[in-house]
């Protein structure tokens, strides 16, 4: 648990040097040796660091050069999310992408037309926020939530409840970015909604795994889209 702590820190440390141009995109970070001894962490800790900033697409290690700097968050996640709390969000999409992808596989199998309907009157609100303008947040968890509700296995539900503030921070934080974004933006991760609600319905389990699992994996990515 150390390790993790000091990984993230090491993680949010790299971070925050990318998006203070610091580091320019394309350029080069200093050595595993030089960056473990600036930022106070073992070589260890430090791969795990760039491992997680490899897996958000910020980074990109070519074999023999060293990492290079692929992408520039934009400073507009500052506004919504502290530096500090950034690879804590990102666990939690990891979180999410695990728990909702199984519920959405048993919900393919188990939901009745109360849930079908429940679903339909969630993604009905979410296309009137998007037409509307609005943020959106509590019409998107009001669809997860229906999601592992129409698993119908409590555990679920309650794995989710658990994470809510963590879940509700990063749903605020993303789609607080899609809002600065054009239009596009909000339509493509309803298109998501649509696609994980078209699975369930039809009763197709792995598809509908997939299509939650892609959509939490896409959230946690566009966090860090320019």
Do not use: W
Not at 43 to 69: H, M, N, W
Not at 119 to 147: K, N, Q, T
Request: net charge negative; charged share 30%.
């Amino acid at each position: 648990m150390r390790d993790r702590t000091l990984s993230d820190r090491a993680y949010e440390n790299i971070l925050s040097k990318i998006m203070d141009g610091d580091i320019p995109v394309g350029g080069k970070l200093p050595t595993e040796q030089v960056l473990s001894s600036e930022l106070g962490v073992s070589r260890p800790v430090l791969r795990q660091a760039l491992k997680q900033l490899r897996e958000d697409d910020v980074i990109v290690s070519r074999q023999g050069s060293g990492s290079f700097v692929k992408r520039r968050p934009e400073g507009a996640i500052l506004d919504f999310a502290p530096i500090g709390s950034i690879a804590d969000i990102q666990r939690t999409f990891e979180f999410r992408a695990a728990v909702e992808g199984e519920a959405a596989y048993l919900a393919a199998e188990r939901r009745t037309d109360s849930d079908l309907n429940e679903l339909r009157a969630s993604l009905a609100e979410l296309d009137r926020c998007i037409a509307e303008g609005e943020l959106g947040v509590a019409a998107d968890e009001v669809f997860h939530v229906a999601v592992c509700n129409a698993a119908d296995n409590k555990y679920f539900v309650a794995a989710r409840s658990s994470m809510k503030s963590n879940i509700l921070t990063g749903m605020n934080l993303t789609r607080n970015l899609s809002l600065t974004k054009p239009q596009d933006r909000m339509k493509l991760v309803q298109a998501e909604h649509y696609e994980i609600f078209e699975a369930i319905e039809k009763g197709d389990r792995d598809s509908a795994r997939n299509a939650m699992r892609a959509h939490v994996e896409n959230a946690r990515k566009r966090i860090f889209e320019g």
